[in-house]
């Protein structure tokens, strides 16, 4: 549309996340683990990241522009967000967060081969429960990666793309509504897809601004990474905030995972069965006949766990390749329900939301002041807080980038001891709260 002329970069930068999406992805082992978390870890009206993203009730006096807008696409970074131009509640709250000890100082990993899997410093074993790495199979206690038994959890990376039409005519000839795991400069330049998507009843979750590896960026840049598609998607939804988020080629670890949870208040969405139908369309590629044998092994053998499959809305091969399994999907018995809803438990895909696909959210739920006012009491002690994980080493590893596979399973306990530790860190909520509240008035 009219934005086409306006964001070559956008698109430039969707295309050229699209082709590279998913090269280095890795198989894995299914692995038995039934259950999805509660949604328990989510604390709907108390969680800071209330604050992050402001606004008062219906009539908040502000008149947001018109998705698709040229003044709406203008309020958001046109490629790899500027760490200098963060909103400053967002950066107090990641620095509060740092210091409060509930961002492990996982290394930023790197990649000297690029568009391979990312390694980790001498002495970090990604599988370890120091590192926990997704792109490793490491599954992080909480991180979904498998639906119950017999539940295909249904979802879809990297849209919205010009294949979204069709992958969205077909879902609703088929009554079925998907979770969108969506790139927010995808959003920008293609708006009309992201809001018949809305307006369809799907749930929209966050695949990143510009699908990088994410364990390759410092604190602050996955911090702009998953804020910037969280405010895209708030302020053009009536106020949804995603309560959802898969890293690009399940490039995550514990730092980024705690980023996403601490900061945004968002779980970590993997898969257990990937199709590769990224690569649909690149030389040397996957083939529609190999997704085809794929497919029918899965969906004609066990149903315990249930299916997590990785499918993209990148192409319209990788469309038709779901359309053409779903007759199989359904002849052999099995739920469709889109991911995020399992995830959350019979609860909405949304932060601020309690009904499933009826859409409505609770705008009391980020009324600053209303929340303030709970929380006057708190007091805001002044800490020197800083990030500790940018400025850690990259030096390159000689570590394989082979996945191990036997090491990967212990770290999947969430009886570990580094986990229970990790996950019994408490912090004083006051200090949290104190900081939020100061940062808020700088922000609003
Ligand atoms: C999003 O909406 C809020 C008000 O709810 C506004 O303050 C903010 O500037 C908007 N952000 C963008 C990037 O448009
Ligand atoms: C569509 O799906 C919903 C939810 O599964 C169900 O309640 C409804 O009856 C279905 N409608 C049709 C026409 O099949
Ligand atoms: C595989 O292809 C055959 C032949 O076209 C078709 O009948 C079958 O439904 C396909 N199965 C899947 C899982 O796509
Ligand atoms: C939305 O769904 C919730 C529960 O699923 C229900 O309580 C609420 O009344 C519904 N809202 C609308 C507007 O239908
Ligand atoms: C988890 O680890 C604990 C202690 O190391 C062990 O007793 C338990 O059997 C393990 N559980 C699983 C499911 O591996
Ligand atoms: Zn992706």
């Known amino acids: 549309m009219l934005l086409s002329s306006l964001l070559p970069a956008a698109f430039f930068l969707s295309a050229s996340a699209a082709s590279l999406t998913h090269r280095s992805a890795t198989h894995h082992e299914h692995r038995i683990l039934q259950r999805l978390p509660s949604n328990e870890w989510f604390h709907p009206r108390d969680h800071p990241v209330h604050h992050l993203f402001g606004r008062d009730a219906d009539t908040d006096g502000i008149t947001y522009p018109d998705v698709g807008s040229s003044t709406w696409a203008a309020a958001y970074p046109s490629s790899t967000p500027d760490t200098s131009q963060l909103p400053a509640a967002w950066t107090a709250a990641l620095n509060t967060a740092v210091g409060a000890g509930k961002i492990p100082n996982v290394p930023v990993s790197s990649q000297p081969v690029p568009d391979t899997n990312p390694v980790y410093p001498d002495g970090y074993d990604p599988t370890g429960p120091d590192v926990c790495s997704g792109t490793y199979k490491c599954r992080i206690p909480g991180n979904v990666w498998d639906a119950p038994d017999g539940f295909i959890g249904t979802g879809f990376d990297d849209g919205p793309t010009s294949a979204s039409p069709a992958l969205l005519d077909f879902l609703e000839a088929n009554n079925e509504t998907v979770t969108h795991f969506m790139i927010g400069i ?258 609003l």
Request: proline share 4%; charged share 15%.
């Open 186 to 443: 995808n959003i920008i330049s293609e708006p009309d897809s992201f809001t018949r998507s809305v307006e369809l009843g799907h749930d929209i979750a966050v695949h990143t601004w510009t699908h990088p590896y994410m364990t390759t960026l410092s604190n602050e840049d996955v911090l702009a990474q998953l804020g910037w598609t969280m405010q895209l998607i708030h302020n053009s939804t009536g106020g949804r905030l995603p309560k959802y988020w898969r890293p690009p080629y399940g490039d995550t670890d514990l730092r980024v995972s705690a980023i996403a949870k601490e900061v945004f208040g968002m779980e970590t969405i993997l898969w257990n069965q990937d199709t590769e139908d990224w690569s649909l369309t690149e030389t040397g590629g996957t083939t529609a006949a190999a997704i085809n044998a794929s497919m029918t092994t899965w969906l004609t053998g066990s149903k315990t766990p249930g299916l997590i499959i990785l499918e993209h809305e990148l192409s319209d091969e990788s469309v038709q390749a779901f359309e053409a399994a779903y007759p199989v999907m359904k002849s052999n018995g099995w739920n469709l329900q889109s991911v995020a809803q399992l995830a959350a438990a019979g609860q909405s895909a949304y932060q601020n939301a309690i009904g499933i696909n009826n859409g409505s959210v609770t705008p009391a739920d980020i009324i600053i002041g209303e929340i303030s006012a709970t929380l006057s009491a708190t007091s805001s002690p002044t800490t020197t807080l800083s990030s500790t994980s940018s400025s850690a080493s990259t030096k390159t590893s000689s570590q394989s980038a082979t996945p191990s596979q036997s090491t990967a399973s212990s770290a999947d306990n969430s009886s570990n001891s580094a986990f229970s530790a990790w996950s019994r860190l408490s912090v004083g909520k006051s200090v949290v709260y104190g900081a939020i509240i100061s940062a808020c008035v700088i922000f």
